[in-house]
């Protein structure tokens, strides 16, 4: 499963039924779980660390030193989860000490051509990134979210759960979870209804969630005051906790 034309350093850790192509490079540093496809010509550096059933494409280059003009070769890791797929000539680098030394994806995430994921991100799972979209330095994205292509995101900007950004979308602001966002800086579209439909969401639930963004996007609220209309909402749950927390716990502001 292995080609004679790769290089596997001595040191890196190969799991059970790990297909890797020709001229892919793999540093001593590196454990790759079992059941991962790498195609040619990839490059993984380290320490990285690579779960199981992932499918990595021709021209990648995963747990690369960052980009960061800070970073001065200390010793900072990439942590991948399971069963995501990592297209044409995908960057992801590891972390930096600014932060936790860390960049972490979760699992069943879909990088789609040329996508970049930067040092100290956290990305969720079930996520997709279309082609070309890039999350700069320390940018946290929630499950199910879904990046459009070309679509560009500000260091430390956080992406909420099940939101959607579409396509050319400049991204400068905190994105709430479940909000569609679009435009260049981005400005919040409505919620993302299809997709909570999709995911099993309920009608109540989804209609409890419209309210809270209408509190926060249509009726002339602050911020605070908006939040204050959330918790006295007459129907509450775990689905606009998440809403809620998106907001609270955003240090850059959100998109209004």
């Known amino acids: 499963m292995i080609h004679p034309q790769a290089i596997i350093e001595p040191g890196a850790v190969i799991g059970k039924n790990v297909s890797i192509g020709p001229?892919?490079?793999?540093?001593?540093?590196?454990?790759?779980?079992?059941d991962c496809e790498i195609k040619s010509h990839v490059v993984i550096n380290g320490p990285t660390r690579i779960g199981k059933g992932n499918k990595i494409f021709q021209f990648a280059?995963?747990?690369?030193?960052?980009?960061?003009?800070?970073?001065?070769?200390e010793l900072t890791e990439l942590?991948?989860?399971?069963n995501n797929t990592f297209r044409e000539s995908c960057t992801v680098h590891r972390g930096t000490i600014q932060d936790n030394s860390l960049t972490q994806i979760g699992s069943n995430n879909?990088?789609?051509?040329?996508?970049?994921?930067a040092h100290d991100c956290m990305v969720g799972?079930?996520?997709?990134f279309a082609n070309n979209a890039s999350i700069a330095g320390h940018v946290h994205v929630g499950d199910h979210a879904i990046i459009g292509g070309m679509v560009g995101v500000h260091q430390f900007?956080?992406?909420g759960a099940h939101s959607f950004i579409?396509?050319?979308?400049?991204?400068?602001?905190?994105?709430?979870?479940?909000?569609?966002?679009?435009?260049q800086p981005a400005k919040p579209f409505g919620l993302n209804s299809e997709g909570l439909k999709r995911r099993?969401?309920?009608?109540?639930?989804?209609?409890?969630?419209?309210?809270?963004y209408k509190s926060v996007y249509r009726q002339g609220l602050s911020v605070e005051e908006a939040l204050q209309a959330i918790t006295e909402m007459p129907v509450q749950s775990a689905e606009l906790e998440i809403f809620s927390n998106s907001i609270k716990e955003s240090n850059r502001g959100i998109i209004r």
């Open 23 to 34: 001229w892919t490079h793999i540093a001593s540093n590196v454990v790759i779980g079992d």
């Open 166 to 183: 579409a396509g050319n979308a400049l991204i400068l602001k905190d994105v709430p979870a479940y909000v569609m966002a679009s435009g």
């Open 110 to 117: 879909l990088f789609m051509a040329y996508t970049h994921v």
């Open 61 to 73: 280059s995963i747990g690369e030193d960052c980009q960061d003009l800070k970073y001065a070769g």
């Open 79 to 82: 942590v991948i989860g399971d």
């Open 125 to 128: 799972s079930h996520c997709v």
């Open 157 to 159: 900007c956080h992406i």
């Open 200 to 212: 099993g969401f309920d009608k109540e639930t989804i209609l409890s969630i419209k309210r809270a």
